[in-house]
């Protein structure tokens, strides 16, 4: 795992901008798992920006809320195409966001998976962090194995959600969501956490047991996996200094 911490969540965005900017370059046909919520906000800006070439890239999100339909303001496929897709020339076929709505979410959930085999595998997967550790909607106590599937959200989940919803109670309550295992496939994981909200889940993914009560520990079992952090997010790593170190000292080679 690589921690990179950086003064705040610009400079922080700065450097997964600079990954998957590289990633798209290098090769214009790449698979990416892509986030949604508050965190990749300025990432989608910043790629946004720098007007890089989509039009044979192939993302999988994350996952979408059971029982809204897509056009819902709070649905997943909503706010990737308000916050990204409608600003780059990607082809709407590559486009990949489970159904919420589907009548049959086992056989979704399955379909979801061969489509993210037959598309040769995600190279890059964009992760934020939920406050109670969760990756994807991968909540405390997933199977560390799990594949794409329905689960049910967190009271935690509920209340930190429910700044989109206007009250925790109209947060639904399922939601369809890649799973660990399927993480444990991408080439490459990609978690930014900013705000001292995240400090807790940041210390317990980089510095805790491997466990399922802390979902995002899996990535300690990636052989790529960087995290991507402000200051506030990292106040309570008790490794801070060496990680900063390490970034700061990296040889010429390694650093982009
Ligand atoms: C979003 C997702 C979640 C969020 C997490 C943090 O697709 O899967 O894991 O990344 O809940 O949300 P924010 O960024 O809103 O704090």
Known sequence: ???IIQSDAEAA?????RVIARLLREKPNAVLGLATGSTPLLLYRAL?????DWRIVTTFNLDEYVGL???HKQSYHSFMWENLFRHVNISKKNVHIPDGMSKDIEKCCAQYENKIRASGGIDLQVLGIGTDGHIGFNEPTSSLTS???IKT???QTHLDNARFFGSADKVPHHVITMGLGTF?????CLLLAFGAKKANAIAAT?????AAINPASILQMHPNAKLCIDEAAAGKLKHAEYYRWVYKNKPEWQVF
Do not use: N, W, Y
Not at 13 to 17: G, L, N, Y
Not at 184 to 188: G, L, V
Not at 206 to 210: C, Q
């Open 153 to 155: 959200l967190t009271r």
């Open 206 to 210: 980089v510095e805790g047991p491997l």
């Open 48 to 52: 946004i920006e720098m007007k890089l």
């Open 69 to 71: 339909p897509k056009e």
């Open 1 to 3: 795992m690589e921690i």
């Open 184 to 188: 444990m496939e991408a080439r490459q």
């Open 147 to 149: 594949r794409t599937r």
């Open 13 to 17: 965005t700065a450097v997964a901008t």
